[in-house]
Nanobody
Framework: QVQLVESGGGLVQAGGSLRVSCAAS????????MGWYRQAPGQQRELVAT???????NYADSMKGRSTISRDSSQNTVYLQMSSLKPEDTAVYYC????????????WGQGTQVTVSS
């Protein structure tokens, strides 16, 4: 059974930092591109960042320079470190795992709420 379990969300003041984590189980971590997406109320889910099995990172323009995605294969965990947070970063942040060949094989976590107060 595949599980992606996010943690680390919470309330932070504007300008602050937060790190969210996603622990994966039930998959061969090394063959999945891992990613973070977010969805604000009334908005569509959008990309935040992805990191390939070769540790190549890609960021949404809105998060470039303010976030770092990383993965720890020994822990089957992906992290998203965010800084200089803005109220518009408030959203539910979802972890995603997508097989690097079979892109239709993907999984989602349940999400973790990040709220940035002004």
């Amino acid at each position: 059974q595949v599980q992606l379990v996010e943690s680390g969300g919470g309330l932070v003041q504007a300008g602050g930092s937060l790190r969210v984590s996603c622990a994966a189980s039930g998959i061969t971590f090394g063959v999945f591109t891992m990613g973070w997406y977010r969805q604000a109320p009334g908005q569509q889910r959008e990309l935040v960042a992805t990191i390939t099995r070769l540790n190549i990172a890609n960021y949404a323009d809105s998060m470039k320079g303010r976030s770092t995605i990383s993965r720890d294969s020994s822990q089957n965990t992906v992290y998203l470190q965010m800084s200089s947070l803005k109220p518009e970063d408030t959203a539910v942040y979802y972890c995603n795992a997508r097989h690097f060949i079979d892109r239709g094989r993907e999984y989602w976590g349940q999400g973790t709420q990040v709220t940035v107060s002004s």
